[in-house]
């Protein structure tokens, strides 16, 4: 299984609502990313998971709460966004990652939010 | 701070011919240069990952190179085909703080026309 798997596809919430992001990855990649890609622009990293720990926060505002609950899964929690946060939501995963850095990404579909 | 640059922006072909994409990078000291491939509204599709210590990279009707002392990779794409249309991304990993991060160009938006 080569496959990095986010939920849900497509995402219309509320400024006021609390919503997940679900990535889920059963390679044995100890590093997980979020990344936020607007239309028409590259991706952006958010957060960097190794070995379910946060490494890196790209001062990204309190309002995305990331989560590793353990190796495979990794959730983003929404809360109070805002319509800018409108953008494609990508995961990844690598073996490692600093430790790791001969090794390529492997993303996900990515979530379509809409903030209204 | 590593910045990196694709052209042209959008490239419109017709089908069958071979073409070449291309990719800048400001700072030399990389460990890798990743090419990857989005559909619209899709998430990221690895194509070839080169190491520094290598020139090219092949798969398929796909070939990239890379000459890390100037800063430059390209995909070459044979025999292009309609399905070969989508945005072509550029990443680099840099050396140093934040080799954990992919520096990424705007991308190469291509059409192939049947």
């Known amino acids: 299984d080569t496959e990095v798997t986010q939920t849900p596809k497509h995402l219309v919430m509320g400024m006021t609502n609390k919503k997940s992001l679900k990535c889920e990855q059963h390679?044995?990649?100890?590093?997980m990313y979020w990344y936020k890609q607007k239309a028409k622009k590259p991706p952006e990293l958010m957060f960097v998971?190794?070995?379910?720990?946060?490494?890196i926060n790209e001062s990204v505002p309190s309002r995305f709460s990331p989560e590793c609950p353990n190796s495979s899964l990794l959730n983003l929690h929404l809360h109070a966004l805002q319509p800018e946060d409108s953008a494609l939501y990508l995961c990844a995963s690598s073996p490692s990652s600093q430790q790791g850095a001969w090794e390529t990404q492997y993303f996900g579909p990515g979530t379509r939010l809409l903030v209204l | 701070k590593q910045e990196v640059t694709q052209i042209p922006a959008a490239l419109s072909v017709p089908e069958g011919e071979n073409l070449v994409l291309n990719c800048s990078f400001t700072d030399s000291a990389i460990y890798n240069l990743q090419w990857f491939r989005q559909d619209p509204g899709k998430g990221l599709t690895s194509l070839l990952l080169?190491?520094?210590?290598?020139r090219e990279q092949t798969s398929g009707r796909l070939n990239a190179s890379l000459d890390k002392s100037s800063g430059r990779s390209t995909l070459y794409i044979a025999a292009s085909q309609p399905g070969d249309s989508a945005t072509y991304l550029c990443a680099v990993r840099t050396r140093g703080a934040g080799s954990y991060q992919l520096t990424f160009g705007k991308g190469t938006k291509l059409s192939v026309i049947p």
């Open positions: 080169i190491q520094s210590s290598q």
């Open positions: 390679m044995g990649h100890r590093a």
């Open positions: 998971y190794s070995y379910e720990k946060l490494s």
